[in-house]
């Protein structure tokens, strides 16, 4: 080897790098026996940013650009070696290359099931699962609290804690929201947004933020599901017999409206349908479903209370802790309203004694 091909080996000029993965957060410039010397070119590209650490201590932090490391744009590398008028020498310090582009598709899920009281179905369990998406925002502490001095770093070995985080998040936030279950699908968006802030604000201690959020699906343990699908196929039960009972129905007046068509057979036809329509009708109509008991939420000084039973509410009414001025809320609903203004529940104030008469 000439002296030329061990000085080229030695001093590097060029420290760039060129991503092939769709992973990597973090890479170390490999500098294994080599030095860096004053003027060499740093290319740093978009979605990129270099960190100089020398001798453990974090110095400069350079975005996307192409810079010429000199004295004037390393200024608290030169104020760490005392290089008041320029330096010539080689230096050695590790260079850290930081992607700031956003990590798409990421999943998240309830590895166990979320316990929280429904104002249905009462204490109930239920799960969740979604996609995220993270970037680095401040390269410096990302590399201070995370990364330390690992020489490649990739999303992987960071995606397990963030998802703690969001499953933590959603736990908190989905227990206290109040919603039905059965309305939570028409709220994804909104709960989304709710767990995007909290997690955001803790992630960004890390140097990321979360710029996307989505609840994919929300869906009850399968025994609750099998309840309710038992449930919409009595209603659907009810529907059929209701089109048999208008079939029938129309099958006979047909029959009616032609008696000879068939050599009496359509008024026979006609009076045998009735005679079953009259007795399917007095001996087999379905009752209607029971009333479904409403439970009801209350707001008093900007915070929610409940749910509470209707006669929960009248035991409050007598008690004054509700009034025709209160806003009460329940499921279906448009909003908050006075008490007052529900019918079913402005009878609590009607049904209320006089005051007492002065003694």
Do not use: C
């Not at 035991?315 to 448009?334: H, I, N, S």
Request: glycine share 10%.
């Amino acid at each position: 080897m000439g002296i030329l091909d061990f000085l080229t080996g030695e001093f590097i000029d060029v420290i760039h790098w060129t991503d092939d993965t769709r992973d990597t957060m973090v890479w170390r410039f490999e500098r294994e026996d080599h030095e860096i010397k004053y003027g060499a070119k740093l290319t740093v590209r978009e979605g990129q940013a270099a960190v100089f650490v020398h001798e453990g201590q974090l110095a400069d932090v350079f975005t996307p650009g192409l810079y010429m490391l000199e004295t004037n744009n390393m200024p608290i590398l030169t104020t760490i070696n005392s290089w008041d008028h320029g330096f010539k020498s080689p230096f050695k310090s590790e260079v850290y290359f930081v992607n700031t582009t956003r990590f798409n598709d990421l999943k998240w899920g309830t590895k166990n099931p979320i316990m929280l009281r429904d104002p249905e179905f009462g204490p109930t369990r239920l799960r969740a699962f979604g996609t995220y998406s993270v970037r680095v925002i401040d390269p410096a502490k990302f590399l201070i609290e995370i990364v330390g001095t690992d020489g490649e770093f990739t999303m992987d070995e960071i995606s397990y804690q963030i998802r703690n985080i969001i499953v933590q998040a959603f736990s908190r936030i989905i227990a206290a929201s109040g919603v039905p279950v059965l309305d939570m699908a028409a709220n994804t968006g909104e709960l989304g947004k709710l767990v995007a802030e909290e997690i955001s604000a803790v992630v960004a201690e890390y140097g990321l933020t979360i710029p996307e959020f989505y609840i994919e699906n929300i869906s009850l343990p399968p025994a609750v599901e099998e309840a309710l699908d038992k449930r919409t196929s009595m209603g659907v039960a009810g529907d059929l017999r209701r089109f048999r009972d208008y079939s029938t129905a129309e099958a006979m007046t047909a029959a009616a409206r032609n008696p000879d068509g068939g050599g009496g057979m359509g008024a026979g036809l006609g009076m045998g349908m009735g005679m079953a329509m009259a007795t399917q009708m007095a001996g087999h109509q379905t009752p209607p479903p029971p009333p479904v008991e409403h439970v009801w939420h209350i707001a008093e000084n900007g915070k929610t209370h409940g749910p509470y039973s209707k006669a929960d509410l009248g035991r409050m009414a007598g008690e004054g802790k509700l009034t025709r001025e209160t806003y009460v809320w329940t499921a279906g609903q448009d909003g908050w309203l006075l008490a007052d203004e529900v019918q079913e529940l402005a009878q609590l104030f009607t049904v209320m004694p006089p005051p007492p008469p002065k003694v």
